[in-house]
């Protein structure tokens, strides 16, 4: 027997999900040792939970006996260190966020520790809602979202004016994973021309120029990070529309704001930042043609479903040692 220890909220009709899934599982859920979820899909749970010292020892306990960890305890990367470390027969570790490569480079852990375990995220779960966010990015820009705000909270009629269309402009897909492809499914059902590019700067560089939006959908690595520079930035086609759903460091957030205030870019709809929770006195925060969401708009009333849908597949794939899906690069961390 498997001994699977859920260690992240979840709902029980999932837990069941899982525990159908092969009668080789041991599947161990006891949600009164989690923190109670706050909303819909909450993995990490209230953060002032505790647990009494029985609890404390009987958590720990389960988890030191565990194969198979489905979530981080808090998914805090201190968190991820202990669990290794205090269960020697853990062997695979399900992650509840498509980032997890990020929080276990974090983690501290030595290489033998971190090679010991099969690791996987929930890359590829949250590509829906993301892609949805991307498109209602670039179609609010477009349409003059901003301007309408303003006109309303004047109490101001405007005469007529034209606005953009979504049909014939090129869209530019940094990041070709499944949040990429669903991007860019999206935006040729609107009828818009799709370019689509990995992280080779080369052909970054020779399609930038040409795209009227451009959709970021990279994870963070030695490569990617301040990819989109000030350069890069000012290369973009003058009235482009960024959209980052990516993650922030990806992007260097001070020559944004200088080219979305120059007016060189129409506008940016922004779900990932260098620094979270943006800072007060971000400059972003003051900018009407800018689009914050505070890292939220991957989460979903479907999330977990998905990600126990992705867990299930990957309990059967090891069990038959197979290949993992979403699974970990822990040469990059992603």
């Not at 109670?36 to 720990?60: I, L, M, V």
């Not at 988890?63 to 990367?77: M, N, T």
């Not at 899906?325 to 040469?331: A, E, F, L």
Request: proline share 6%; glycine share 8%; with cysteine.
């Amino acid at each position: 027997m498997a001994r699977v220890v859920i260690a992240s909220p979840l709902e029980p009709e999932l837990v069941e999900r899982l525990r159908a899934v092969d009668d080789r599982l041991e599947v161990v859920f006891e949600p009164d040792l989690l923190p109670p979820p706050r909303y819909p899909c909450d993995h990490a749970g209230d953060p002032a939970f505790t647990r009494t010292p029985a609890q404390e020892e009987r958590f720990t306990q389960l988890v030191s006996e565990a194969e198979v960890l489905f979530g981080f305890p808090r998914e805090e990367p201190e968190q991820i260190a202990w669990a290794v470390r205090i269960a020697p027969k853990l062997r695979f570790v399900q992650a509840t966020f498509a980032g997890a490569g990020q929080q276990l480079a974090a983690a501290g852990l030595t290489r033998e520790e971190v090679e010991r375990i099969a690791w996987a995220s929930s890359a590829g779960v949250h590509a829906t809602p993301l892609a949805e966010w991307s498109l209602l990015g670039i179609l609010a820009l477009t349409k003059g979202l901003p301007a309408l705000q303003r006109d309303k909270a004047a109490r101001r009629w405007r005469e007529h004016w034209p606005v953009g269309e979504l049909r014939g402009q090129t869209l530019l897909v940094v990041g070709l994973g499944e949040i990429g492809r669903e991007v860019a499914r999206l935006g040729e059902a609107f009828g818009m021309r799709v370019e689509g590019v990995s992280r080779r700067e080369g052909d970054l560089d020779r399609l930038l120029p040409h795209a009227d939006a451009i959709v970021i959908a990279l994870p963070l690595t030695a490569e990617t990070r301040g990819l989109f520079d000030r350069t890069r930035l000012a290369s973009m086609r003058p009235g482009a529309i960024l959209v980052n759903v990516g993650r922030g460091a990806v992007l260097d957030e001070q020559a944004l704001v200088e080219a979305l205030r120059s007016g060189h870019l129409t506008g940016a709809a922004l779900d990932a930042f260098t620094e979270e929770p943006l800072p007060a006195d971000s400059a972003l925060w003051e900018l009407d043609n800018v689009i914050i969401s505070p890292h939220t708009a991957a989460l979903s009333v479907h999330e977990n479903e998905r990600i126990v849908e992705l867990f299930a597949d990957n309990l059967r794939r090891y069990l038959a040692g197979e290949e993992l899906r979403s699974r970990i690069r822990t040469d990059l961390f992603y």
